[in-house]
Structure formats: C-alpha cells, structure tokens
C-alpha cells in the first residue's frame, strides 16, 4: 500500500482534481504516454485523483504538458492556491490590448460576482455586505468610467 500524504489545509485541493479530469477527458493519453516513454495504464493511474498508488508529481505535470500543450494540469495547480494563469501579450502592450487584458480578467475572475457569491452563503446580505458590494461597483464604475475616457482621448488623438 502507497504511502499517504496528507493533503494540505490550505490548498484547493479540488481544483487540482477537476483538472484531472478535465485533462484525460480531452486528450489522447495513448499518443501522450508513448512520447513520454511510459506505459498508458501508468499515466492514467497518476491523473486519476482516486488512486493512490502512483501519485502525479511535478516533472508529471511538466512533462504531460510539454508533449500535449494543454496547460490544464498547471492551471489546475495554479487554482488551487487561489490565483490565475494569464498568457501574455504577444505585443507591446497599449492602451487597447491593457483595456482587452483587464476585460479578460474580469471575466475570469468577477471579483465582483465571486464577492457577491460569498456574502450569500448564508442565504441573506447584512447591511455591511451590502455597503461593500455597493464599494466594490463603485470602483468597477469608476474603472470604466476612466477607460471610457481614455478610449476616447485615445480616438481623438489619432
């Protein structure tokens, strides 16, 4: 029987196995084990998060990713401590791709809609969630207020 390692507190441990899954159920172990040099059965023992016998490690997951450029696995891991992968720009940034940046990353992250979620565990919204949540589309309206402008300087200037 494989060693148990416990599974720390305060990691997602969660995202990590969603990930998992997410990554057998679209890609094609056979031809990913065969570049890797090892056995498929292995491979799918190692990503299967109910198996404790072979467990994924890091060069794993570094070398599934390298042979099949899925970044699942990383950003599984990356989860699960509560942050987010972001390819970077392939260009110089600017006023246009900054503004598609934050645009993408609000609709990833919805800081607003995860704030809202949360409060709304218990079922209700005290009057302290509510005056942050009214703080926190104060700031968004104020963020798009201010790109709003500077969209517009921007066309003007041209």
Known sequence: MAKQI???VNVNSQCIDDARQAFVAVNR???????MGVREGRLYDKLNPLRDTHL???ETIVAVTAQSGDLTLIDGLVRAFDY???KNPSTEPNQTNIVSMIM???KVDGDFADLYD???EDGKLDP????TLCGSLDDALNIITRMKANLLASVAKD
């Not at 172990?29 to 570049?35: E, F, G, W």
């Open 29 to 35: 172990m056979d031809l990913i084990s065969t570049r």
């Open 56 to 58: 994924l490690d890091l």
């Open 118 to 120: 949360r409060f709304l």
């Open 84 to 86: 987010q992968m972001f």
């Open 128 to 131: 302290q969630e509510v005056e």
């Open 104 to 106: 993408r990353r609000q």
């Open 6 to 8: 416990p599974r720390p």
